[in-house]
Structures are given as structure tokens and as C-alpha cells.
């Protein structure tokens, strides 16, 4: 692989040492592959080529492949992309792809979720889903009354980031008496698992179930789905992300709200970070990061709880959010020459 | 009277040998009665409904593939073609506009073309399908996720979406389709020529060929019908998740050949069970229903999966005698 790269980069004539024109920057934000949470990414691309003096363009690998999105970044390379931002495919056996690019003096970051540390990224740009999780819900236990039995739905167990989030759920829960998480459904970010498992406890279970939390995609849609079919508002509930079905549910009733990822700051302060290190700007090692258990290199991209009164602005909420992130980036992680 | 007493049990060992899928049925009522007596509201009328329910979908999942398993062949591209079909139906209805009959044709359509290019394929160029369905598999993926940018297709029709939640009592309406399908698939199988010829190919195809069957003719039409099967699992998905959904057919793979083969198919070929598919299908039904009532620790839910459906089959065989 790392012959390719060469070739490529002398291709795009990347390894150049002198700092590039800030306009040079090409950035490839590439996700692990298709799925609806990164639509956003693509919309950011776009405003970032408009608003800022650089181009970005979204390239989606066809599966969530390691492989695949490792050969789609050597090609975007081959065709002068200079810079890349990244969701890693894997967080560690990314690393070393990025390591190659940087060799060509290709900068990246993670965006969406972090590589493991010690990583050649300039840093991780992604949802704090610990404090996501643990917030929403609090959210729940609010809408709850303060009492009662918590179901969560959640992703794939290899996902690292589902840890984190089962245990934020259950430390939110057990700083409220009377508030007990009674089941952790997990492995359900497949539409076809998702609807058999959760409408299973909801037929078997339902009726000791005071709220429901789903912290990843596809349970909060099967989910938002599932009570409205049964036309079921006594169990409470918060999702995560934005998709329609969860954002109509949150309208009708049946969704109490949800935790709003910031997916499109990610992408647009992800290209905007790499334009300024491609311009000569270095990520200041006493930068105010965070520590996540994967990277000591963390900034929260936001999150945000919607209800029904911000429902129909949640877009807004959603670019409010990466311009509060905006203000003061370049001084707060950057140190660029004068 | 010693002699009856000697006979009786024999021939109820001998008809146990004759259905190899009775041992599988006593499996399943064994899970049913011990979960039943466990779980009170495992027999409640909705967790029915919503056992059935999941078994009308998957059951089409491994007849799809059960009839390639017929001919000797395995087919990757199951969960690939069904998760396309699915969403050109659910994009048909939703971007096109077309009315749902129409948009059912297409979806048709598109998995029995699917299964023709893979027929043709394996056939004319004599690679091993399961090299052919790897590729094939990336091809429907990949047109898949062209269309849909990875964004489901959510304007879906209310009849579709009615159809996929309606019931009576605890039958859904997806029976309506899988339960004809089951029958005609059996029926094929069991009394026609043509079903005669699938599993003489895949006993042995150059005998089949010797006794003038079309070997070409019945691998495509195998390959044609798998795609038609999986088409019709990946819309009634869009029925029952009322949205067509890009990732539709991804998590198919495990389901469509553990059902066959906890129901006695061969992988070599010649011979499958549509009893026993629609057993193993139920099986694993109803251990996925298990594992969320029993409230199992969701770290051990994978590892307890393959458990027990290794000891399904091998419980199963045992009581048939083989």
C-alpha cells in the first residue's frame, strides 16, 4: 500500500515541505461507510468549499470495510486530495494509513470518532458520547416524573463508544432513587434485529418499562416507530440523532426528544482545521483537549437535547452549535505563523 | 401383545427416521413449553405476533438461499439483492411516485434479474458461485448505496405500511406472503419436475446431465428463484420498518444458512427440507426471542446465540436418528 501512496502523493505533489497556499487545500472527508448520520457531512463539505477559501468533497466507501475505505483514500489521493478527514474505520488499524500519509506530509484528523492514541491525527473532533448519553438521560428521567424503569437500546457491542454509553446510562441512573435500568438491548443498529428485539420486549416487558433511551441510530428510528404503532405515550422516550421518522415522532408526541449529534460541525471544522495546518498552523500541545479512553486529543463537537419546541429548528441549533465551536478555534487549538 | 408392544416403537422410531425434521420439532416445542412455563407473558398475544412476525420475513431469507443450497451452490448475494430490491420498491413508491402494484413488480424485478445475472454467470463462465455471489454482492451493495447516498426512502405508501403492521390476533399479515411462498416452495420441490431436477443437480450433476436434465437451465432458474425469494423478504422488511432502509439485507447472512442447515439441507447438494428450514427458521426465532425476554447480559447474547443453535442442530439430529 505504501508504494501506492507514494505514487499517488508524487501524483498530487503533496510532499512538498514548503507550506502550500491556504487555497491548494483539498480536503477527502471520508466516513466508515454509508450510513444516513453522515449525510450531514456531505452539506458541510459543500459550505466549506462555498464559505471557506479550500475544497471539500465526501466520498462514502460502499461498505464498512476497513479495506475498502483504505483504498478509497489512496484513491482520493491519487486524484490531489491533500488532506483528509476522517471517521476511522478502525480506531487503530487506521492509524497506520494515516501514518503513510503524513510520511507524505498529508495532514488528517478523526472526525465522528477517534483513532487510538498515539495516532499521527492532529487531533479527535467527535461526540462526547459519554456526556451524550449520560444527559439524555437525565432528559428521560425528567420526562419520567423522576422515577421508574429505564430500557436502553443501543449499537454494536465492537463499537467501543457502546460501553461508554451503557455505562453513562447507568451511572445516570443510579444517581436518582427509583430510577432502574432494567434491561440493556444491545447489537441493534441493523433495522431487522432492531424491530424484532425491541418490539420483543415490548410485547414480553413493555409494561414495566417507564422510558426508553436508544443511543444509536437505527433503535432510535425502529423504536420511535414501534411506539407509535402501538400508539403507546406512557413510555417515555429519547433517541439520538436526527433522522425523520425520530423528528416526526418528537412532533407527534410519542418521542419525547432527542440528543442531537453534531455530525455537520464535524466535517466543517474538520476541513477548516486542516486548511490551517496545511497553511503552516500546528495544534498547540497545552490546547484545552480532552481525554477519551482513546486519544488524550479530544474536542467535543457538541451535543444538543431537542424536544418538540426546537424540533423544527434543529438545524439551527445544529450550525449554532459548530459556530460557537468556530469562535476562537484557531486561537484555542492552533498555533499558526504570523 | 409382547410383539405389538415391540412394533409400536419401532414404528414410531422408523417414521422419526423418515421426517428427520420431527427431532427438530421436538426441539421447538421443548424451547416453546420451557419458555412458556418460565416467561408469562412469552405466550401473551403480541409477543406472538411479534415472533411471527419475524419468522414471515426470515423464513423467505432461507428459502432463498435453501434453493441454491439445492443445487450444491452457496449464495452470498441473498442479503445484497434483497436490501436492493427493497429499497427500488420503497424508492419507486417514494421518488417516482409509482402506485404500489407497480412498485412490487419493480422490486420483483430487480431481484429476479439479480438472481438471472448470477444464474448466467455461475453457469456460463463455470466459477464456483460463491466466488460470483461475493462479486455480485458487492455490485447490488454498491448500486444500492449509489441510489440511496445511504439515505433511507421514507415515503413509503400508507397501504405498504398498513400491510406490514396489520394482524389478526396474533397472525400478521406478512403470512399472507410467506405462508403461500412456503406451500408453492414445498409443493415445487416435492411434486414437480422441476424440483425433481434441482436436487438431481445437485446430487450429482453430471449424472443429472447424463439423464438429459438441463443443468444450465436449472441453475439459473435456481438462481432466478433465490433472487425472486430474497426480493420479496427485502419488501415485506420495507413493510414492517414502514421505510426503505439502504442497510436492509445486511444482517441476512448468518439466518439464511444457519435455518437451512439446522433443517437438514446438505451443502453439497440434493437434498434440502422446507419443513425443516421453516423448524430452524422457528428455532432461531424464538431463541432471539428468548435471549431478550430471559434478559440476558447483552456481552453474552452473541456467544449464547451459537450455542444454542449448535445444540438445536445437534439435539435434533440426534432425536432423528442420524
Known sequence: MKRILTAAALLAGAGAAAPLAAQDTRVGVVPGGPHPYFAAWEDAAKDATAQLDLVAEYHVPAAWDLSQQNAMIESLVGQGFNAIAVFPGDASGTNATMSELKDFGIPSVAIGGCLQAPTPAEFCLGTDVYQSAYLGTKELIEAMGGSGNIVHLTGFLVDPNTSLRIDAVQKAADEVDGVEVIQVIADIDAPEPADEKINAFLAARGAEADGMISTAWVPSVVAATALRNLGDKRIRMVAIDHDQVVLDAIRDGFVDGTMLQNPYGQAYIGAYALDLVRGGCTVKPDAPFDTTAQTDMFIDSGTAFVDASAVDTYQDTMIAVTDEIMDGFKDTYMDCPE | ?322
Open chain 2, 1 to 322: 401383545m409382547s410383539d405389538q408392544g415391540v412394533t409400536m416403537p419401532r414404528a414410531v422410531l422408523s417414521g422419526l427416521r423418515r421426517h428427520e425434521w420431527l427431532g427438530l420439532a421436538a426441539v421447538l416445542v421443548l424451547g416453546i413449553v420451557a419458555m412458556a412455563a418460565t416467561q408469562p407473558a412469552f405466550l401473551s398475544t403480541y409477543n406472538i405476533y411479534i415472533m411471527l412476525t419475524a419468522f414471515s420475513l426470515s423464513v423467505l431469507i432461507a428459502l432463498s438461499q435453501m434453493v441454491i443450497l439445492a443445487i450444491g451452490q452457496l449464495n452470498l448475494s441473498v442479503g445484497g439483492l434483497g436490501g436492493l430490491a427493497a429499497v427500488i420498491f420503497a424508492g419507486a413508491m417514494d421518488v417516482l411516485g409509482l402506485p404500489v402494484p407497480l412498485a412490487i413488480l419493480a422490486g420483483l424485478a430487480v431481484g429476479l434479474l439479480g438472481g438471472l445475472i448470477n444464474g448466467i454467470v455461475t453457469w456460463r463462465t463455470g466459477l464456483n458461485a460463491f466466488i460470483v455471489t461475493l462479486a455480485t454482492l458487492s455490485i447490488f451493495k454498491g448500486v444500492n448505496i449509489g441510489l440511496t447516498e445511504a439515505q433511507p426512502f421514507y415515503g413509503i405508501a400508507e397501504p405498504v405500511k398498513w400491510f406490514g403492521n396489520a394482524r389478526l390476533g396474533a397472525l400478521p399479515a406478512l403470512l399472507l406472503v410467506s405462508g403461500p411462498v412456503v406451500i408453492l416452495t414445498g409443493v415445487i420441490l416435492a411434486r414437480t419436475m422441476f424440483g425433481r431436477h434441482l436436487l438431481a443437480v445437485g446430487g450429482n450433476q453430471q449424472a443429472a446431465a447424463l439423464s438429459g436434465v438441463g443443468v444450465g437451465r436449472i441453475i439459473v432458474l435456481a438462481h432466478v428463484a433465490s433472487g425472486g425469494l430474497a426480493a420479496m423478504a427485502g419488501m415485506l422488511a420495507v413493510a414492517r420498518l414502514q421505510l426503505g432502509q439502504p442497510t436492509i439485507g445486511d444482517d441476512w447472512l448468518i439466518v439464511s444458512f444457519a435455518a437451512p442447515v439446522i433443517g437438514g439441507a446438505v451443502l453439497a447438494g440434493g437434498h434440502v427440507s422446507v419443513i425443516g428450514t421453516c423448524l430452524g427458521v422457528a428455532i432461531i426465532t424464538l431463541i432471539n426471542n428468548a435471549l431478550v425476554l430471559l434478559r440476558v447480559d447483552p456481552f453474552a447474547v452473541q456467544l449464547l446465540l451459537g450455542f444454542l443453535i449448535l445444540f438445536a442442530v445437534g439435539l435434533g439430529r440426534v432425536r432423528s436418528g442420524r
